[in-house]
Each structure stands twice: as structure tokens, then as C-alpha cells.
């Protein structure tokens, strides 16, 4: 079975830059979604930023709080996704994780650490 697999997870300064990877192991077909969540101490899981797979060409959306400073992309030939962190925030601090669903699958990975503070 395809594992995902996160890195790029740290601790940075306020105003600093990450950028997290999401390798798969193997190739997944017919991908629907591909994703970023967050889950900070004490809170929910919650969508960051997300790509729409579609014939017509790909769609992003991304959580408010992260408009204009994170952008997720992916590479089709490395079989992996990214998400440029800019600007982080202390409240950006959270576990990330990678979700990849088609019609049949839901793959998640184990998450990354990110931790913003001066």
C-alpha cells in the first residue's frame, strides 16, 4: 500500500519560511483531492490548503487564516506535494499533515511538526 511521508517541519523565527513535502511511495491513481490539514495542541483538525484534481485543470482553496501567505502545489513526477509556508505566525505552530483521496483510498501521512517562536 502507498504510505505518505511528511517533511520539511521545524521550529521557525515569526516571519519565516518553511516549505513541507509530502512524498508518496508509489504512484496513486485517479487522485481527487490532495491536501493539507493542521492540528494544533488542544484543537481540531483543520484544512489548510487543498488541490482539486480535475481534467479541466487543477483548483486551489486554502483556509483563510492562510490566504496569501501558504501556497500548496505539486509535482506529478516525484509523486509529491508541497506547501510554501511565508510570513508564519506563532498561531501557525501545529502538526501538518498530508491526505491524498481517489474513489477507493484515503492516505494519510504521520505529520510534521511545525513550530513558530522567537
Known amino acids: 500500500q502507498v504510505q505518505l511521508v511528511e517533511s520539511g517541519g521545524g521550529l521557525v523565527q515569526p516571519g519565516g519560511s518553511l516549505r513541507l513535502s509530502c512524498a508518496a511511495s508509489?504512484?496513486?491513481?485517479?487522485?481527487?483531492?490532495m491536501t493539507w490539514y493542521r492540528q494544533a495542541p488542544g484543537k481540531e483538525r483543520d484544512l489548510v490548503a487543498r488541490i482539486i484534481v480535475r481534467d479541466s485543470g487543477d483548483r486551489t482553496d486554502y483556509a483563510d487564516s492562510v490566504k496569501g501567505r501558504f501556497t500548496i502545489s505539486r509535482d506529478n513526477a516525484k509523486n509529491t506535494m508541497y506547501l510554501q509556508m511565508n510570513s508564519l505566525k506563532p498561531e501557525d505552530t501545529a502538526v501538518y499533515y498530508c491526505?491524498?483521496?481517489?474513489?477507493?483510498?484515503?492516505?494519510w501521512g504521520k505529520g510534521t511538526l511545525v513550530t513558530v517562536s522567537s
Open positions: 508509489g504512484r496513486i491513481f485517479s487522485i481527487n483531492t
Open positions: 491526505n491524498v483521496k481517489n474513489a477507493v483510498m484515503n492516505y
